[in-house]
């Protein structure tokens, strides 16, 4: 079992800043890269970015790319997601994900 806790989200101006964690507890160890993902109101959930577990390998969604930076402490077991340059259509619930596991997610605004 491995439990997912994201925080983080708040209300924030558009072109602004927040940085979003993801820690993660239980067990652990795993080869499997994690994930972020978002949903908006009457959206479906789509991927925003991800980070191996070894190497730090990154990929992100083109909508979030130059924008959104995802990194990693393994010390901590927490997972980054620094979003500058906010805009309107960055409004979601982010989630975080590895594996088959998903946390509880955390609201982001953006206000126009």
């Known amino acids: 079992q491995v439990q997912l806790v994201e925080s983080g989200g708040g209300l924030v101006q558009a072109g602004g800043s927040l940085r979003l964690s993801c820690v993660a507890s239980g067990r652990t160890f795993s080869m499997s890269p994690t994930n972020w993902f978002r949903q908006a109101p009457g959206k479906e959930r789509e991927f925003v970015a991800a980070?191996?577990?070894?190497?730090?390998?990154?990929s992100y969604a083109d909508s979030v790319k130059g924008r959104f930076t995802i990194s990693r402490d393994n010390a901590k077991n927490t997972v980054y997601l620094q979003m500058d340059s906010l805009k309107f259509e960055d409004t979601a619930v982010y989630y975080c994900?590895?594996?088959?596991?998903w946390g509880q997610g955390t609201q982001v605004t953006v206000s126009s």
């Open positions: 980070i191996d577990s070894f190497r730090g390998d990154t």
């Open positions: 994900k590895r594996g088959t596991y």
